[in-house]
């Protein structure tokens, strides 16, 4: 068989087109590859500092990135099951959107009344393609946390030794010893004049109650009235940690309301017996501490059960208290 040149000349064009459409798509696939990996979904979670003391806060910025047109947020962020660090406050979701992509940011406070190195969860969100059932999954880093009981960045460094520094040095021991003695002799004056002046006078009545009826059921009743007013995180807080403190005074004739939590405490660990009821309430005891200076701003729903934990450390305490005041 015999072929002319235009034959062969309309062949090497066919092969010559077929070999640039081939060479086109690879390209194509190429570049769609690439651009699928540029904008990669990226998922991150960072901290602003790594140590605080107790009951201080850190911003955790959660941030999902390279979020395409045709993609959803299928499941957010959900701080994990911990019992040493919570989440007070979470901001709302931020959204950046830029060359067909979109970036969503928020920021959690997070705070701890545990003191020691805690890890952070891990947290993950499932991105979704729309029109698909397939959701993809994606975690970040887990983050590290120091909780410490002092303020570490107060404390100053020691300075170096230095040489010793000659001073004149006078004997001042018999002017001491002279402005002791004098103020030794001066307090024993007053003292047996005060206990003198004691003896003289007449025992005086015994202060009344400042609540009416029993304490139990004093307590009782000014927690629920507590409870109906919902007054302010912080003053509810304080009433509720005066209501403890008087029923205490008058059932075991103390003084709590002129004394620290911990010196309470120590009150109740002698009068009756270690239980969970008791561990409970002194847990919640302290965080009322800290609403009460400002220190720590708990959710709302938190107050009733504060005040159940009140109100069955009362109940406790009015069963197992040695030697109580009906």
């Known amino acids: 068989m015999i072929f002319n040149k235009d034959f062969y000349k309309k062949l090497q ?8 459409r081939i060479v086109m798509m690879c390209l194509g696939v190429l570049l769609f590859s690439f651009s699928q990996f540029i904008h990669a979904q ?20 959660l941030k999902v990135e390279n979020v395409g047109k045709t993609q959803s947020i299928a499941q957010w962020f959900e701080y994990g099951k911990t019992t040493h660090s919570e989440v007070v406050n979470k901001g709302k979701i ?35 393609d729309n029109g ?12 590290q946390l120091d909780v410490l009981t002092v303020d570490v960045s107060k404390m100053k460094d020691y300075h170096d030794i230095k040489d010793v520094i000659g001073v004149n040095y006078k004997d001042y021991t018999w002017v001491i010893i002279g402005l002791v003695a004098i103020v030794v002799v001066t307090l024993l004056f007053f003292l047996i004049r005060y206990i003198i002046r004691k003896r003289k006078q007449k025992k005086a009545n015994q202060p009344k109650s400042v609540i009416k009826g029993a304490p139990i059921e004093w307590a009782q009743k000014e927690i629920q009235k507590l409870l109906e007013e919902n007054p302010a995180n912080m003053l509810f807080y304080t009433r509720l940690d005066n209501i403890i403190r008087t029923y205490l005074d008058e059932v075991k004739g103390w003084t709590t309301l002129h004394a620290t939590t911990d010196e309470a405490m120590v009150k109740i660990k002698g009068t009756v017996p270690d239980a969970e009821t008791v561990t409970t309430f002194f847990q919640t005891w302290r965080m009322m501490d800290f609403v009460k200076f400002a220190k720590y701003k708990p959710e709302e729903s938190l107050k009733k059960s504060s005040a159940d934990t009140a109100l069955a450390f009362v109940k406790y305490f009015q069963e197992h208290s040695q030697n109580t005041i009906k």
Do not use: C, M
């Open 13 to 20: 064009n066919n092969i010559h087109s077929k070999s640039v």
């Open 42 to 61: 990226k998922v991150t979670a960072t901290a602003d500092r790594d140590k605080i003391v107790l009951g201080e806060q850190i911003v955790v910025t």
């Open 94 to 128: 931020d959204t950046i959107n830029f060359d067909n992509t979109t970036t969503y940011i928020q920021k959690w406070n997070v705070t701890s009344f545990d003191s020691g190195h805690w890890t952070l969860p891990i947290q993950s969100i499932k991105i979704q």
């Open 132 to 143: 698909s059932v397939h959701e993809i999954p994606f975690s970040t880093d887990s983050l």
